[in-house]
């Protein structure tokens, strides 16, 4: 139902949700699909128009933030036994076949969500629906709140590194995790300069920060700021062109990960507290 109308974030469309109690709700039979289907009027911006149709999309996406909050510390419980378990033998092959790179890329986050003054945003190229799916079934869900992922496949990262610092604001310290010169020209544009880090120097940023993690385009970046302002401290961390570009636009200091080697160097980093 929703592949076609795509959001940058959860509560993008939250406007036109009435609030109307759900929980009998049939979202087989309300005709959403087949207005959908028929009317093919979806923009740019993932909105189709209507206040009917919004409505029942509204519904939909609101259904899907409930879902995500009620399984994403317990993904098997959405899965069921028989899929949970063959999800489980999958990742566990993935594991070994990666060095670890899920548990490591976890304790990492892990480290920053526990900090009162840190936040974790995700941003990625995936849609939204597909990237919150991923979320969960990688068991991310504790460190990254649904409403601080966002989804950069219409708008690109350097929108979204913009609605980023207009969320948190200027006087925190952002910090731009990334493999690519995206992820670092996006990150630039928010200060107009880059700050690169070298893992193995001590470096000491002043709180709140919020770390970003890019799998997606840059302009996401400009929705994200204006979410949490610019008196925040932002980390990229990615491990693409675009992640780096984005936070060079931004003047976010950007962390590269393209290798194992790297998560490892960013873990170490965070339990040491040099970032």
Not at 25 to 46: E, I, K, P, Q, V
Request: charged share 25%.
């Amino acid at each position: 139902d929703l592949e076609e109308c795509d959001q940058v974030h959860i509560d993008d469309v939250s406007s036109d949700d009435n609030g109307q109690d759900l929980s009998t709700y049939s979202f087989a039979t309300d005709g959403f699909h087949a207005a959908a289907t028929s009317a093919n009027l979806c923009l740019a911006t993932g909105v189709r128009g209507g206040v009917d149709w919004m409505r029942k999309l509204a519904f939909r996406y609101r259904r899907v933030k409930e879902l995500y909050s009620t399984y994403k510390n317990n993904v098997g419980g959405l899965l069921g036994p028989a899929k949970r378990d063959a999800w489980l033998q999958l990742r566990a092959e993935v594991e070994a076949l990666t060095d670890s790179w899920l548990t490591h890329a976890l304790k990492s986050l892990s480290i920053i969500s526990s900090r009162s003054n840190c936040v974790n945003v995700l941003v990625t190229t995936t849609q939204l629906i597909p990237a919150l799916a991923k979320v969960l079934l990688y068991s991310l869900g504790s460190v990254f709140p649904i409403e601080n992922i966002y989804s950069a496949t219409k708008i690109g990262k350097e929108s979204c590194f913009e609605r980023i610092v207009s969320r948190f604001g200027t006087n925190i310290t952002y910090v731009v995790i990334g493999d690519g010169k995206d992820e670092e020209h996006a990150a630039s544009q928010v200060n107009k300069q880059l700050v690169n880090f070298d893992p193995s120097d001590h470096v000491t940023l002043l709180p709140p920060l919020v770390y970003l993690f890019f799998a997606g385009k840059e302009s996401c970046f400009e929705r994200i700021m204006q979410r949490f302002g610019r008196k925040v401290v932002y980390v990229v961390i990615g491990d693409g062109v675009e992640e780096e570009q984005a936070a060079k636009k931004h003047n976010m200091p950007f962390w590269r990960i393209s290798s194992h080697s790297d998560l490892l160097a960013l873990h170490q980093a965070l339990e040491f507290e040099y970032l």
